[in-house]
């Protein structure tokens, strides 16, 4: 079977959520472009999205008509090629509705899971449950005449697990997308030894397709990208509890928070990330990954009570960030939440106490932003760290704590097998997470 | 033309902002002042100086696609608006796609000829209702639509694009992409001297390679020009008076604040048709040419130009056009500074389409009010010296592609 024809018929399930939103539209674009080459002109290509949710499906198309007239504008040039022996599409206006309606029209809402029967290639994108997936699985595949490919987008789960708990007998391969898909770079592929290499090279060419960047990792539970931020945010949760030896639960939050994202150059602060992905997920992922690690226990009462509380984090529909550790507005952090009390104090009230016991940022300090694109970035962070490091302040201490912690963790995912190199790991977390750097790193050397 | 029957000035010049991507305050986001802020501020910027409405006979707007911009139509109703004075008195609205400004000029002149005093010319584009991709499509516009279908998603980039192919493979690639990069720094060093520019705010620290080193990439955008090459999407009006010796008595402006009017010329070029020859400006020459015998000069008289530089390329083939470099030598003019505003004739002296912006309808009257300021003294950091021998401007206002132009003459008082 060719790569276009494995991706004439293909479902993708959980399809309305927050990764398969994103996965179905990057699948549906991909097979829209094949349908248009000249060769497969007159060739059916049906994209069924499988979701339980019809309300949810209803705005999932929304999503997709928005985000394919981004895409379309951006390939106008291309678009104005594909569509040049149709006369009646003159303006760039019409043939990007063209585009959209042909991107819409190969899309297959529905709730039942009979759909994926007849497809070749199989997304998986439901909740991140083990039972749930074996189900899915085993039913399509005991149900399908295609001996389709199963590509799950789980984030902790091992392959090996699933392929033998469904009985795939090698038709299933971890393709990680990470959050959100149609603009996150980063594709974890994890294979096992039952793949076939037709199977391995169509999800690399699949990759390159949507113009991803794979990183190979091992088959253990969480792979490289949740190998790394579990345990980084467990090591956060850690720190709080050694702070409120002197500082209360919520000023503790601030200053970790405040020293991964400040003292750190990182995008967000860890519980900011821990919102962003969800309480909840961080914890479930932990739930999964715990059993395949002996030596350590990667569990947190703390995120448990939160989520008994029903303190979860994560987004609304519109993608606005819901409140977690953090509460907020506009999407900035305004408040922090003490369970002990069950209510949000304002982290204006903390601030200048905090701050002063962190002490002053290094005076070479520029925001993750600013860093980040910058042209000499290295320069800049070599010169930050190097400053970092001459410091004994409470706040420098705990940012010097944490790189070597974070350091260490990227580390042993290497030698633990999960991850191939050093590189792979620091390329997870560039393109994944968007950190500024890799956490193996020199800086504090 | 025969010689005109009488004097004709121009004075009172005043532009709005250039607004669009690389002014600070623009946030295509947010919501922004449209078409009627636009002509309120530049006419009452030039009633202001004309000793008010009252003093103006007629007024002329040229505007080029506000029907799809903006799904505005009827523009001449909007001189009223302006100031209560203009209500009941004689507005026309004239439209030859990016030389709509130079139409509203030349629309003035001939009212003042017929007997008007004082006739307001107003020209007026607002631009940034749309992403470029579909301002591509309303540009389309000024060509002929039977070839919109095998044009390029951005036509007339694609159409400029093609012409400087022509002339890379006639006359070479290196030595023109060399002059299309100077006449980029040329346009944003002048830019950076006039407030009201677009690329005002431009910090870039070395424009002329950054443009060169910008490799055109016809997958993504044009084969031979890159986005620096073209001027930007904006937002902008400008107006200026037109007067007879009357006129300017009326309105209380002394001759040295004013410029005359000596030479024009419009010419048409069949829109169906294809240039003769794409490495060449034909409707351009001709009507410099025609506007300059009209005015008795030659351009060794002239002290600087303002010329219709939607694209580099377009900078570089009007050079040829007027005669200031032999075919295929433009490039090699431009490279060695001659445009340059200490050049041996600055052109686009306050940035031109590239450096200033091009709000299309309003191009032609802000070329206008650039000489007006230039010979009048008034361009602030961007003024440049005017050669006591070379009391002479000229504006090059041009529609599609090389189809309609206006070229005027002014001489300084």
């Not at chain 1, 149709?86 to 709730?111: A, C, S």
């Not at chain 1, 001996?147 to 795939?168: H, Q, R, Y």
């Not at chain 2, 004075?85 to 400004?101: D, M, N, Q, T, Y």
């Not at chain 2, 900078?315 to 340059?340: H, R, S």
Request: glycine residues 8%.
């Amino acid at each position: 079977m060719t790569y276009d024809q494995r991706l004439q018929n293909v479902s993708v399930l959980g399809a309305a959520g927050k990764m398969g939103s994103g996965i179905l539209l990057l699948t549906a674009v991909e097979m829209t472009d094949l349908s248009l080459k000249p060769e497969n002109k007159g060739k059916l290509f049906i994209l069924n999205a499988v979701d339980i949710s019809q309300e949810m499906l209803t705005g999932l198309m929304k999503y997709v008509r928005a985000q394919t007239l981004k895409i379309a504008e951006k390939k106008m040039v291309w678009l104005r090629n594909v569509y040049a022996d149709r006369k009646d599409l003159i303006e760039n206006g019409e043939i990007i509705n063209e585009y959209i309606n042909d991107v819409i029209g190969i899309i297959r809402p529905t709730t039942n899971i009979e759909a994926a029967y007849h497809s070749n290639l199989i997304f998986e994108a439901a909740s991140e449950n083990q039972e749930l997936k074996r189900k899915l699985f085993s039913q399509i595949d005991e149900n399908s005449l295609y001996k389709p490919w199963f590509f799950t987008n789980t984030s902790s789960i091992p392959i090996k697990v699933l392929n033998n708990e469904a009985n795939l007998r090698g038709r299933i391969l971890g393709f990680h997308f990470y959050n959100p898909p149609a603009v996150q770079k980063l594709v974890e592929l994890i294979t096992i030894t039952e793949n076939s290499c037709e199977m391995i090279d169509f999800a690399e060419d699949f990759a390159k397709s949507l113009k991803k960047i794979v990183v190979p990792s091992n088959d253990y539970a969480g792979f490289i990208g949740n190998g790394h931020f579990m345990r980084d945010a467990l090591h956060g949760i850690s720190e709080v509890g050694s702070l409120m030896k002197k500082f209360s639960f919520v000023e503790s939050v601030y200053m970790v928070n405040k020293v991964t994202q400040d003292f750190l150059v990182r995008p967000m602060g860890i519980f900011q990330l821990i919102d962003y992905v969800g309480i909840d997920v961080v914890r479930f992922i932990m739930n999964v990954m715990n059993p395949y690690y002996n030596h350590e226990d990667l569990h947190s009462d703390l995120l448990d009570k939160l989520f008994e509380m029903n303190v979860k984090g994560g987004q609304n529909a519109d993608g606005s960030q819901k409140d977690g550790f953090l509460k907020y507005e506009k999407n900035k952090p305004v408040a922090i939440f003490d369970p002990e009390k069950n209510k949000y104090f304002a982290i204006a009230e903390v601030t200048e106490r905090c701050d002063a016991a962190l002490g002053a940022m290094p005076a070479s300090f520029a925001p993750w932003k600013s860093v980040n694109f910058s042209k000499n970035k290295d320069a800049v962070l070599m010169a930050y760290f190097s400053e970092l490091n001459g410091m004994n302040t409470l706040g420098s201490n705990l940012a010097k704590k944490y790189n070597t912690r974070s350091n260490e963790i990227g580390q042993q995912l290497v030698s633990n097998g999960v991850a191939h190199n050093d590189d792979d790991v620091n390329k997870v977390m560039l393109t994944g997470f968007f950190h500024a750097y890799g956490p193996i790193n020199n800086f504090l050397k | 033309m025969k010689k005109m029957n009488k004097k004709i000035y121009m004075a009172a010049g005043y532009n709005t902002i250039s607004m669009g991507t690389g002014r600070k305050e623009f946030n295509p986001k947010k919501e922004r002042p449209g078409l009627e802020h636009y002509i309120s501020e530049a006419g009452k910027g030039t009633l202001a100086q004309v000793g008010g409405a009252q003093n103006i006979d007629e007024s002329v707007i040229g505007n080029f696609m506000a029907s799809r911009f903006n799904k505005q139509g009827h523009l001449a109703g909007f001189i009223p608006m302006i100031d209560e004075g203009l209500r009941f008195k004689p507005s026309i609205r004239v439209e030859a796609a990016c030389a709509s400004g130079g139409m509203a000029l030349i629309t003035g002149i001939k009212s003042v000829l017929a007997g008007a005093d004082a006739v307001m010319a107003l020209g007026v584009e607002v631009q940034n209702t749309m992403k470029a991709i579909y301002v591509a499509d309303v540009l389309a516009g000024a060509g002929w639509f039977q070839k919109r279908k095998d044009g390029h998603a951005y036509f007339f980039p694609g159409q400029f694009s093609d012409r400087a192919g022509a002339y890379f493979e006639k006359y070479g690639r290196e030595k023109t992409r060399k002059g299309l990069s100077r006449w980029y720094r040329n346009s944003i060093e002048n830019a950076r001297l006039c407030p009201t520019a677009q690329e005002f705010h431009n910090t870039t620290p070395d424009p002329e390679t950054t443009c060169y080193k910008m490799e055109p990439n016809g997958k993504s955008f044009l084969d031979n020009l890159n986005v620096l090459d073209c001027s930007k999407v904006s937002d902008g009006a400008s107006a200026i008076a037109i007067l007879s010796e009357e006129g300017l008595a009326k309105c209380g402006i002394a001759k040295k604040e004013a410029v005359e009017v000596i030479g024009f010329a419009t010419s048409e070029r069949d829109i169906t048709k294809n240039p003769t020859d794409p490495t060449v400006m034909e409707t351009i020459k001709d009507a410099a040419h025609k506007a300059l015998t009209n005015a008795g000069i030659t351009i060794n008289d002239l002290a600087t130009i303002e010329t219709h530089d939607c694209f580099t390329i377009a900078g570089i083939l009007a050079v040829e056009a007027l005669g200031f470099a032999k075919p295929g030598e433009g490039a090699d003019f431009v490279f060695e500074g001659n445009t340059a505003r200490t050049g041996k004739i600055p052109m686009n002296t306050t940035g031109g389409l590239v450096g200033w912006g091009h709000p299309t309808g309003g191009t032609g009257v802000h070329q206008a009010v650039t000489i007006w300021e230039q010979l009048t003294g008034k361009t602030g950091a961007a003024q440049i010296e005017i050669p006591a021998g070379k009391p002479y401007g000229m504006t090059i206002n041009m529609g599609g592609d090389d189809v309609s132009v206006v070229a005027i003459v002014y001489r300084k008082n």
